[in-house]
């Protein structure tokens, strides 16, 4: 057996809040093999398998009993190209935005609008991870998993996902898959995607005026790192809500109440409302209490300035839920898994 199990392990290095918890037990997998050695130790154990990528969307609450697996795997690689359409894939453990970079470094579009994403390529698919504009369901070809019922491989094209706003089916079938590797269709020929605001007048700003790929990476690393805290600096899981959706009759009533209202048409009758821009409206934006607080530039984001534990920092989302329930009467989701 290659795998080697450590107990009490503390999981304050591996989730982006700094939360100081422990796993009962604890493992990393570099290979397909340690992946199913995991399973069967947690099943001699008679303790659930918790699967963790970069720690980046997940709130921890308290010590696990449970053994925690971090997916370590590496290895990145063309399998083909044809026509400048590009077949590219990665480990599981593959950090994301490493991962990002060394696709432009290969002369590859498709994922430049996604840079500076914190965790790893294995959880990108898991919450269909966006951002200006892109999903990863637009340039996901296909992925690899594991059954973790009946130790068979899966093979999953994109339209097999059942990707939506920060979901998929191995969101909602979180205890059964375990995404091995995943494909990307990219390409040489960049088609970019700059309907986004903030980012087509970053690059005027610059005097971009025929931008590429790399540009665009870096426009976004640009904002990213001006609008979120650095998880290095201090701790949080980027966005904490997602944005919620509503009807275009609901949408329009709050329009009457506050002119403005920022919202975008979702389809199918509905429309995407900014939960940063509630919350800032309902006077949370720099918030504090102790620890646990809402950063002061970005009120989507909840922050751990150091002590706070996973029970202070959902409790406060917890009582910004209910006030912009009070007074929008909108109900937000926390994006981040809580454990």
């Known amino acids: 057996m ?4 450590h107990e009490q392990q503390s999981l304050q290095p591996f989730n982006t809040f700094g939360v100081a918890v422990k796993a009962h037990w604890y493992a990393e997998a570099s290979t397909d093999a340690e992946v199913r050695e995991a399973l069967a130790a947690a ?13 980046s969307n997940l709130l921890l609450t308290g010590d696990l009993d449970a053994l925690v697996l971090r997916m370590v ?4 690689r063309l399998l083909q190209e044809e026509g400048g359409q590009v077949l590219v894939e990665a480990e599981a453990g593959e950090p994301w935005h490493p991962f990002v970079l060394w696709t432009l ?19 990108a698919p898991v919450q269909n991870i966006g951002a200006y504009g892109v999903e990863l369901k637009d340039v996901l070809h296909s992925l690899l998993a594991l059954d973790r019922l009946s130790g068979e491989l899966h093979e999953f094209r994109a339209d097999e996902c059942e990707f939506a706003y920060r979901h998929s089916r191995f969101k909602r079938e979180s205890g059964r898959w375990l995404i091995l590797r995943v494909r990307f269709a990219l390409s040489r020929q960049a088609v970019l995607h700059l309907d986004y605001g903030p980012l087509r007048q970053r690059l005027q ?3 971009i005026d025929a931008p590429t790929p790399l540009a665009v990476s870096q426009a976004v690393c640009a904002i990213r790192a001006e609008k979120l805290p650095d998880p290095q600096v201090l701790g949080n899981a980027g966005s904490f809500f997602k944005n919620p959706l ?14 403005g209202l920022v919202g975008y048409p979702a389809g199918s009758g509905q429309v995407k409302l900014a939960a940063g821009w509630l919350i800032e409206q309902a006077g949370w934006k720099g918030y504090r209490d102790g620890d646990a607080g809402v950063h002061e530039l970005q009120a989507l984001v909840l922050v751990n300035y150091g002590g706070a534990s996973g029970r202070q920092l959902l409790a406060l989302a917890q009582r910004i839920q209910a006030d912009i329930r009070a007074r929008f009467g909108v109900d937000l989701e926390i994006e981040p898994v809580v454990c």
Do not use: D
């Open 2 to 5: 290659s795998l080697s199990v």
């Open 246 to 259: 509503v009807g275009e009759a609901q949408a329009e009533q709050l329009r009457e109440r506050w002119p």
């Open 205 to 207: 700003q610059q005097g």
């Open 43 to 55: 099943a001699a154990l008679g303790a659930p398998l918790l699967v963790m990528g970069g720690g």
């Open 105 to 123: 470094e290969q002369g590859l579009a498709g994922l430049e609008n996604l840079s500076l994403i914190p965790g790893t390529v294995g959880a």
């Open 73 to 76: 795997s590496r290895g990145r």
